[in-house]
T-cell receptor, first 110, second 115 residues
Framework: DTAVSQTPKYLVTQMGNDKSIKCEQNLGHDTMYWYKQDSKKFLKIMFSYNNKELIINETVPNRFSPKSPDKAHLNLHINSLELGDSAVYFC?????????FGPGTRLTVT | QQQVKQSPQSLIVQKGGISIINCAYENTAFDYFPWYQQFPGKGPALLIAIRPDVSEKKEGRFTISFNKSAKQFSLHIMDSQPGDSATYFCAASMNSGGSNYKLTFGKGTLLTVNP
């Protein structure tokens, strides 16, 4: 009965590869987000989707492409991975103000 | 430009003491101010939040104090316990269209409560 879940929890890959992270929420929320937490623990929003429509797209390289097949899912696909993409990626969801975060996916690019 | 400034970066408190973390914001369009608690290897968990029309909100041992004119808000943890040891983030939110609310986070405070 996890509210916001992400898979995988850990992802280790080589530079240049393409990878995806999946997110699902069972809270019935309309809005979902992707955040990046860097090595200094700074959290920054990347994208926001509302009812499968992209609303927020921060200054993120276009190698990152979010996809929302339905209201409960928001996946993050990353092309041509670079060393600087190593971070923890969090999915979150909200109905109005309160945002609830998933457990995170630690991506390590070697 | 850092829109939400958080201090201190780290804090060590004895068990039973009061932990105080401060945040300041710049953009008056922010209209919701949550605090998140993050344990190692876990996602941020919503702890307590306040709207700018209220000066204080208390939930159990956790209290937010809000000063709209100074554009500052703080988290007070009363009777701090070793289990409170975690990283705490303040954040500020503004509406970015429809039901989308963009959260801007402070840089976090690592709280250690010694037994």
């Amino acid at each position: 009965d996890t509210a916001v879940s992400q898979t995988p929890k850990y992802l280790v890959t080589q530079m240049g590869n393409d990878k995806s992270i999946k997110c699902e929420q069972n809270l019935g929320h309309d809005t979902m987000y992707w955040y990046k937490q860097d090595s200094k623990k700074f959290l920054k929003i990347m994208f926001s989707y509302n009812n499968k429509e992209l609303i927020i797209n921060e200054t993120v390289p276009n190698r990152f492409s979010p996809k929302s097949p339905d209201k409960a899912h928001l996946n993050l696909h990353i092309n041509s991975l670079e060393l600087g993409d190593s971070a923890v990626y969090f999915c979150a969801s909200s109905r109005v103000y309160e945002q609830y975060f998933g457990p995170g996916t630690r991506l390590t690019v070697t | 430009q850092q829109q939400v400034k958080q201090s201190p970066q780290s804090l060590i408190v004895q068990k039973g003491g009061i932990s105080i973390i401060n945040c300041a914001y710049e953009n008056t369009a922010f209209d919701y101010f949550p605090w998140y608690q993050q344990f190692p290897g876990k996602g941020p968990a919503l702890l307590i939040a306040i709207r700018p029309d209220v000066s204080e909100k208390k939930e159990g041992r956790f209290t937010i104090s809000f000063n709209k004119s100074a554009k500052q808000f703080s988290l007070h943890i009363m009777d701090s316990q070793p289990g409170d040891s975690a990283t705490y983030f303040c954040a500020a939110s503004m509406n970015s269209g429809g039901s989308n609310y963009k959260l801007t986070f402070g840089k976090g405070t690592l709280l250690t409560v010694n037994p």
